[in-house]
C-alpha cells in the first residue's frame, strides 16, 4: 500500500513476555519515527532513525526498549519483560528526509495491552 | 524547554457551530515549525498543516483556518460550520530545527460535534 503500515494491530501479551512491532514506511522515506501514546495523552516521541541508523533514540524509557531498521526500511520495536505501564498504542511515522520542514506520515498503531 | 498547551482537553458544539482550539508553545529556538494533526476514532493521525516561525500568515483551507501569532506564542485552529466528521482528537505539535523532526506534541483536544 501507499502508506505506513503497522502490524501487529492488537497485540496482547502477558507481563515479562517479549514482543516485536512492525512498522513498513512509505517507500523511498529515508526517515523513521516511533511514538507511543497513553490513553488520553498525545503522542511521546521514543526514536528517530535516518536510513539504517538511530539517530535519536532519546525517548526510550529504559533498556527493555529497542528498535531496529536493518536495511533502512522496515523498523521493529522490540520490547522485553513487558510490564503493565507498557501498555499503549504505539505508532510509526516516516517522512521523505526529516527535517523540521518535513511532513510524517503516520500509521494506525498498534495498541498493545499487557496483562 | 520545549512545550506544547492545548488548554482544552474536550469541547462539545453542535453542528454548524464555529469552534477554536487553542495552542500555546514554548521554545527558545528561532526557527521552528507548528503542526496541526486530526486524529479520528480509526486513530491514524492525519496532517493538516504545517508552519515555519517566519511565516505569520494566516491560512484558510475550505472550512479551516489557522492564525498563528508569535507574539503571543499560539497557533489556534478554527473550524467554522462544523460537520459531525469533523468529530476527531484534535493534535498540536511542535518541531524545532535541530532535533531532526521529533514532534512535541500536546496533549490533544476532543471536539465532539453534534447533529
Known amino acids: 500500500g501507499a502508506g505506513v503500515s503497522q502490524t501487529p494491530s492488537n497485540k496482547v501479551t502477558e507481563k515479562g513476555k517479549y514482543v516485536e512491532l512492525r512498522c513498513d514506511p512509505i517507500?523511498?522515506?529515508?526517515?523513521l519515527y516511533w511514538y507511543r501514546q497513553s490513553l488520553g495523552q498525545g503522542p511521546e516521541f521514543l526514536i528517530y532513525?535516518?536510513?539504517?541508523?538511530?539517530?535519536?533514540d532519546s525517548g526510550l524509557p529504559n533498556d527493555r526498549f529497542f528498535a531496529v531498521r536493518p536495511e533502512g526500511s522496515v523498523s521493529t520495536l522490540k520490547i522485553q519483560r513487558t510490564e503493565r505501564g507498557d501498555s499503549a498504542v504505539y505508532l510509526c511515522?516516516?517522512?521523505?528526509?526529516?527535517?523540521?520542514?518535513?511532513?510524517?506520515?503516520f500509521g494506525q498503531g498498534t495498541r498493545l495491552t499487557v496483562v | 524547554a520545549q512545550k506544547v498547551t492545548q488548554a482544552q482537553t474536550e469541547i462539545s458544539v453542535v453542528e454548524k457551530e464555529d469552534v477554536t482550539l487553542d495552542c500555546v508553545y514554548e521554545?527558545?529556538?528561532?526557527?521552528?515549525?507548528l503542526f496541526w494533526y486530526k486524529q479520528p476514532p480509526s486513530g491514524e493521525l492525519v496532517f493538516l498543516i504545517r508552519?515555519?516561525?517566519?511565516?505569520?500568515q494566516n491560512e484558510i483551507s475550505g472550512r479551516y483556518s489557522w492564525n498563528f501569532q508569535k507574539s503571543t506564542s499560539s497557533f489556534n485552529f478554527t473550524i467554522t460550520a462544523s460537520q459531525v466528521v469533523d468529530s476527531a482528537v484534535y493534535f498540536c505539535?511542535?518541531?524545532?530545527?535541530?532535533?531532526?523532526?521529533?514532534?512535541?506534541f500536546g496533549q490533544g483536544t476532543t471536539l465532539q460535534v453534534k447533529p
Open positions: 521554545t527558545r529556538d528561532t526557527t521552528y515549525y
Open positions: 511515522a516516516s517522512s521523505r528526509s526529516g527535517g523540521g520542514g518535513t511532513e510524517a506520515f
Open positions: 508552519r515555519n516561525s517566519f511565516d505569520e
Open positions: 505539535a511542535l518541531v524545532t530545527s535541530g532535533n531532526t523532526g521529533k514532534l512535541i
Open positions: 517507500s523511498g522515506h529515508t526517515a
Open positions: 532513525f535516518q536510513g539504517t541508523g538511530a539517530a535519536d
